[in-house]
């Protein structure tokens, strides 16, 4: 596949699977006057047809299954999933328990985790830095690495591409 023309810019489409929304607190300030995402052409992006990275929280509820995976298949490839917090790495605080998925990001086979509980929005920026430097590639298709904590982002799958 050819390397795709994102000129910086990057369509974020966010999916909740069960976080109890302190991971969406975090995520909310990457559009403050501080982080302020959009200085980097970056967009939270209402369609997932606009999207190029899908961010997902939570453990994955038995009703979010279908949808999510729905979600992901409506974005474009190349695309990349990143796990935001622990929960949807599943090593949250409620990993274990009968409701609880395995995480969002392991059912989703996201390629970048961000852990915390809840990661900071500097944590989450780095995963999408290495969401977006996936997609860069000059071949996304060979875009696998193997799993290596790199700051708070962890790549452990390949672009869906
Ligand atoms: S990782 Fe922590 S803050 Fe994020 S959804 Fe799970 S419990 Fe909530």
Same mark, same amino acid.
């Given at each position: ?50 999207? *190029?990275?899908?961010?997902?929280? !939570? @453990?994955?509820? %038995? /009703?979010?299954? #279908?949808?999510?995976?729905?979600? +992901? ?12 917090? *622990?929960?949807?790495?599943?090593? !949250? @605080?409620?990993? %274990? /328990?009968?409701? #609880?998925?395995?995480?969002?990001? +392991? ?23 290495? /969401? ?7 071949? +996304? ?21």
């Amino acid at each position: 596949m050819m390397k795709p023309s994102f000129r910086g810019s990057l369509g974020i489409r966010h999916l909740v699977c069960g976080s109890c929304n302190g991971c969406e607190h975090e995520m909310n300030a990457l559009n403050n006057a501080y982080y302020d995402i959009t200085r980097d052409g970056w967009d939270i992006v209402a369609s997932p047809r606009h999207a *190029d990275v899908i961010t997902v929280t !939570g @453990p994955m509820t %038995g /009703a979010m299954r #279908a949808p999510a995976d729905q979600t +992901v298949e409506a974005v474009p490839r190349p695309r990349v999933v990143v796990a935001v917090g *622990d929960c949807a790495a599943g090593v !949250g @605080p409620w990993a %274990g /328990a009968p409701e #609880a998925g395995e995480g969002a990001g +392991v059912v989703l086979n996201a390629s970048v985790f961000v852990y915390g509980c809840p990661p900071t929005p500097d944590a989450i920026r780095s995963g999408l830095e290495a /969401a977006a430097e996936l997609l860069s590639r000059e071949d +996304v298709s060979e875009a696998s690495v193997s799993p290596a904590r790199i700051g708070v982002a962890v790549w452990s799958a390949p672009v869906d591409d």
